[in-house]
């Protein structure tokens, strides 16, 4: 399709779906029946518990949003790249120099660790778009514990956060080319001569979850998008999609729309951490740098049509299926047949160096499943669902092998298209970058929510629709709203995820904690003071002190309690320090005592009957003033 017809197409479209998609009815009818059938499929009643988390992304808020599934129903926000005063998250001195001297940054796309190809429940990783960062979150307390970066070489990590079957790897791409290594000014009229884009390996330590920049491949300066990894057939790959390898560098939405074909990389990750041990690299900001024009078999091109976003590997990992956002049908990719075709040398040209694979050779099948084809998932079942952004709908199509009837006519493998409301982006199925994806429930994210609540002024909330895929028709059966801006999401069953219920008193190896009022301490040494604080139901020892201004302190407030759920909180008013600290934890904020007054402090997270009187005081002096000398 012609980019000057589809445009004309695409607006159309979207015209009327912004009319109509608010007034169809569901699936199953409007029946008080229909309503209560459905109702009935995803009720969670109080008491309770739903059967999976469902992780979204918090976009540029910079958090981790947890829900049950099925319910949706939100149950906590996890902090990563942002402050957050509701968790005390940015004022201890742990969090505060994870985030160093960002205030927000801007979450993609969510990625559970796994083993063997499954899930193992042990953490979760989140990529910041932004400030070129990932973050890991350890699920047995569901807490960020690293925040990596900002990476190297990067500008834009926006191809990220994607996990090899065995958390060997995490995989990112850059949304923008820059030159590297970064802060060199270059002329934008350089930009195909000396930009360059950049995948990065992510080395995951099998024990820790430490993560550390392994290596980098240099790209020419295409937009990398999104991307996929491999396992089965595919296993040692990982496939990234470029939206604009036209190279434009102003007003994108025209200029990298040009061509009919954009190029996806086949990276296969086994032969690039081999080139790195034997040495053929350069290094880079101090980063091995692998040039893939002068290593071969480390990356290969393949053409998508057209503006291509998503790129998803199927569980058996011979499939896999990309979306050029521009083009009304997604591409199935054999990758037995790719893997033939390497062997046969059966390229087209080369781009920059960079084997082309003939994309006929390769392409199974163009699927028409509608306008605006997003992000594909997996049931498990042989089947796949994308987001049709334009067409404001999810399509149902039939994986390979196809009769020779249908590859006459592909429109026979769509199965079936659900509306949702309205422009859906991401949608996630429980386990569809696994071996054994779960296939029960879909979650639709959609961008826009007008008409579907109650009027909050002219900025919206978006939506989350629940569709039940266990039969061969899709059914709308539930719907919440979230706060922007979600994009990508991971579903995993409860069974999976261990979490603690406190951190154990023998588990805390802070060297300042302390668990009696008779422990406690406030110590000086010059202009640094020490205080070793309890924090119990409901005091805090010491809770009267008293500073010279200029002094610096560093609270260290340990939580005695060994219960679930009784976390304290340290507020000071004036200060701006608010501190949570969970049961059995210690947590440390330093505080520059640089205003002289009486400032309260006290327990911002309710947890007693006598919350209120858990407080305290202490005055900083002026340094001539001070009664201690």
Not at 17 to 37: I, P, Q, R, W, Y
Not at 475 to 496: G, L, N, R, W
């Amino acid at each position: 399709m012609k980019i000057t017809h589809l445009l004309v197409a695409t607006t159309l479209g979207f015209s009327m779906v912004l009319v109509t998609a608010g007034c169809k009815k569901g699936e199953t009818g409007n029946s008080a029946a229909a309503k209560k059938s459905m109702a009935e499929r995803s009720y969670v009643a109080p008491g309770e518990l739903d059967e999976s988390y469902l992780f979204y992304s918090g976009g540029h808020a910079g958090d981790v949003r947890v829900a049950g599934l099925p319910s949706l129903r939100h149950i906590k926000t996890i902090p990563v790249f942002s402050p957050n005063s509701a968790y005390g998250y940015g004022y201890d001195d742990e969090t505060r120099a994870m985030l160093g001297d960002f205030t927000w940054g801007d979450a993609h796309h969510p990625a559970l660790s796994q083993t063997n190809g499954e899930y193992d429940g042990r953490w979760l990783f989140i990529n910041d778009n932004a400030n070129n960062r990932v973050a890991r979150i350890d699920l047995s307390d569901f807490k960020t514990k690293q925040i990596l970066g900002p990476i190297p070489n990067t500008s834009g990590n926006h191809g990220s956060s994607f996990i090899t079957e065995n958390s060997e790897y995490l995989f990112g791409g850059t949304r923008f080319s820059v030159p590297i290594p970064r802060g060199k000014a270059v002329a934008i009229k350089d930009y195909k001569e000396r930009f360059n884009g950049v995948f990065t390996a992510i080395s995951i330590h099998p024990e820790t979850g430490e993560m550390k920049v392994a290596w980098q491949i240099k790209t020419p300066p295409f937009d990398w998008d999104l991307s996929s990894t491999g396992k089965g057939p595919s296993s040692g790959w990982f496939f990234m999609t470029s939206y604009n390898s036209e190279m434009a560098h102003e007003r994108l939405e025209v200029g990298a729309s040009q061509a009919e074909y954009d190029m996806a990389a086949f990276v296969n990750w086994r032969n690039a951490e081999q080139a790195v041990k034997d040495g053929k690299y350069e290094t880079i900001d101090g980063v091995p740098v692998i040039d893939p024009a002068k290593v071969e078999g480390v990356v290969y091109f393949v053409p998508v049509a057209k503006s291509p976003h998503g790129i998803d590997v199927d569980p058996t990992g011979k499939w896999i299926v990309a979306s050029g956002k521009l083009e009304p049908s997604v591409t199935v990719f054999n990758f037995e047949k790719f893997l033939k075709a390497i062997e046969a040398g059966d390229f087209q040209e080369q781009r920059f160096g960079i084997n082309v694979v003939r994309q006929a050779s390769v392409v199974e099948g163009n699927v028409p499943v509608g306008m605006g084809p997003l992000h594909t998932q997996y049931d498990g079942r042989g089947n796949g669902y994308t987001t049709l952004f334009i067409d404001s709908k999810v399509a149902k199509f039939r994986l390979p092998p196809w009769t020779d009837q249908e590859k006459q006519d592909l429109s026979k493998v769509v199965i079936d298209r659900i509306d949702v409301h309205i422009n859906p982006g991401h949608l996630v199925i429980g386990g569809s970058d696994t071996k054994k994806p779960d296939g029960k429930w879909l979650v639709s994210m959609n961008k826009q929510s007008v008409g579907r609540h109650i009027s909050t002024g002219p900025q919206n909330p978006e939506t989350s629709q629940l569709i039940d895929i266990t039969g061969d028709k899709m059914v709308m059966v539930a719907e919440a709203f979230t706060d922007k801006e979600p994009h990508f999401a991971q579903v995993i069953p409860v069974s999976k995820v261990k979490p603690i219920r406190f951190y154990r008193k023998s588990d805390n190896k802070d060297p300042n904690q302390v668990w009696s009022e008779k422990e406690s301490f406030v110590k000086r040494n010059g202009d640094v003071v020490d205080v070793a604080m309890q924090a119990q139901r409901s005091f805090f020892a010491p809770n009267t002190m008293e500073f010279r201004q200029g002094d610096t302190v560093r609270f260290h407030v340990t939580n005695t309690e060994q219960s679930y759920g009784i976390s304290h909180g340290f507020g000071v008013g004036g200060y701006n320090v608010n501190v949570d600290v969970s049961p059995g934890e210690t947590r440390t904020v330093t505080i520059k005592m640089d205003k002289t007054g009486v400032f309260p402090f006290y327990c911002t997270v309710f947890c007693s009957a006598l919350h209120q009187e858990m407080q305290g005081y202490f005055v900083v002096y002026p340094a001539d003033e001070f009664p201690g000398g």
